[in-house]
């Protein structure tokens, strides 16, 4: 019987079904990998955490620059002297061969002092009514017009008109005084032309404004107001006299205050009141004098001048009782700036005193915000030298006794060595009736400035106390 060959077939079959099954599978496995090579790896996430901040650098503001504080921007000193009491003894040693007056001699070594100042007035203890009325001294006077050419050339700006022999030429004197004054460019103050001029003025003395009145005491008045002075007729013109009643200032006080408004008004940076009143030949203020000044003090005043007595009277520093801030610097009286009341003379004049004047000045400052400050009070004493010059003439010499130059003062005034005693007691004189008040006023305006100063300097850096 024949054999089957169909099952080795079989066999050959399956192996080649396997073979193609396992390149599958490698193809696979070949295609994974090339796949997995060429997907994008998706990156790894750290775990999320707090990462530290930078810290903020502090706010800070651009440093400001400090503000200056205020300064001084002007420095003024007004000086005030006393009498230019014009005896004839001294009138006639002015005149000169050619019959008139030069008064160069009087004025020739306080001059250099009087043109120092920023501003210098005297007491003019006459008229000048002209030559229609003789030249003359005591109870009458009148003297020639060439005077006020002496005050103007020694320095003076102003003249103070009113006083207690203000009349003593009748209203054409008191008239004519004023113009011969302003003629010759100076300021005559108390006196004027008529009721509708201005009875005060304010004068501007470099930047600083100063309101200037002055007073005279009367011995009455007519019914319709006009004064009675020295006892002679009253006044024929209302208004051109500016006076008040010892026994009744409270009109006076309401004048003044009204007249201290309106040059507050116009401008006035500080106000000084000049006074002629007190009693003859007394070196102390008598108790209505001071009840006077501290009225005007409480009233605002800022400096009061004083005349009249003929004798240099206290400085003083008045506390105002409506204002505790304010303060006033008065003295009661400058004496006499030039007359023939002498030792010797008469019994009124006993120790020198009436030969004794006070050169007194004040000094203001005006800082950068246009406010103004009192800043110093002062006094050089004066004495009056009756001497006898190399043309064998009389000559009376105002001389400045001022202490820094006490080693000067007889070369200075050819002072013989009696003229040099007197001139130092005069000093010694004059210093112990004003000293304690002069320091007094010193030490408060020193005190009142470091305050200020300090007060600028707390302004400027912000902090004000």
């Given amino acids: 019987m024949a054999r089957n060959d169909n099952s ?56 400001q620059p400090q503000a200056e504080p205020e300064t001084v921007v002007s420095t003024v000193t007004v000086a005030s002297m006393g009498d230019l009491v014009m005896h004839m003894p001294v009138v006639n040693t002015t005149r000169q061969a050619d019959g008139s007056y030069d008064f160069e001699s009087v004025f020739r070594y306080v001059k250099p002092y009087i043109e120092g100042y920023d501003y210098a007035l005297a007491n003019l203890e006459t008229t ?83 309101g200037m009145a002055c007073y005279t005491y009367a011995t009455g008045q007519a019914a319709e107001g006009r004064p009675r002075l020295n006892g002679n007729a009253p006044v024929e013109k209302n208004g051109i006299v500016n006076y008040f009643l010892p026994k009744t200032p409270e009109k006076f006080y309401t004048e003044v205050e009204a007249l201290l408004k309106t040059m507050k008004d116009q401008g006035a940076d500080t106000t000084m009141l000049f006074l002629h009143w007190g009693i003859e030949y007394q070196t102390t203020e008598k108790p209505q004098q001071r009840e006077m000044a501290q009225k005007l003090c409480d009233l605002g005043v800022d400096v009061i001048v004083g005349s009249h007595p003929h004798v240099v009277e206290p400085v003083a520093l008045v506390e105002s009782t409506v204002d505790p801030g304010h303060k006033t610097v008065v003295i009661y009286s400058l004496g006499n700036a030039v007359s023939n009341q002498r030792t010797g003379v008469s019994h009124l004049f006993p120790d020198g005193y009436t030969e004794d004047g006070a050169i007194f000045t004040v000094t203001f400052e005006k800082y950068s915000d246009g406010k103004v400050y009192l800043a110093d009070a002062d006094v050089i004493p004066t004495w009056v030298n009756l001497r006898t010059n190399q043309e064998n003439k009389k000559e009376y010499n105002i001389l400045p006794l001022d202490k820094t130059r006490e080693e000067e003062w007889q070369s200075l005034y050819s002072l013989t060595d009696e003229a040099l005693e007197q001139a130092k007691k005069s000093y010694d004189r004059t210093d112990g009736i004003v000293s304690q008040g002069v320091q007094a006023c010193k030490d408060h305006l020193t005190q009142s400035k470091a305050a200020r100063e300090q007060m600028y300097l707390e302004q400027a850096s912000g902090n004000p106390s």
Wanted: aromatic content about 4%.
């Fill in 8 to 63: 080795g077939g079989g066999i050959k079959l399956l192996l080649v079904l396997l073979i193609l099954v396992m390149i599958a599978a490698t193809g696979l496995v070949v295609w994974l990998c090339i796949d997995l090579v060429d997907r994008p790896v998706a990156p790894t996430q750290p775990p999320a955490q707090s990462l530290p901040q930078p810290t903020a650098a502090p706010t800070t503001e651009a440093p």
């Fill in 128 to 210: 000048l009514a002209g030559t229609s009325v003789p030249y003359h001294g005591d109870p009458l006077f009148n003297s020639p017009d060439s005077l006020v050419d002496g005050v103007k050339a020694a320095g003076f700006d102003m003249l103070l008109t009113a006083n207690n022999h203000a009349s003593d030429t009748h209203t054409a004197g008191i008239l004519r005084t004023v113009e011969q004054v302003r003629q010759r460019g100076l300021t005559a103050l108390g006196t004027q032309l008529s009721d509708e001029e201005p009875k005060y003025v304010i004068a501007d003395v470099g930047g600083v404004k100063i």
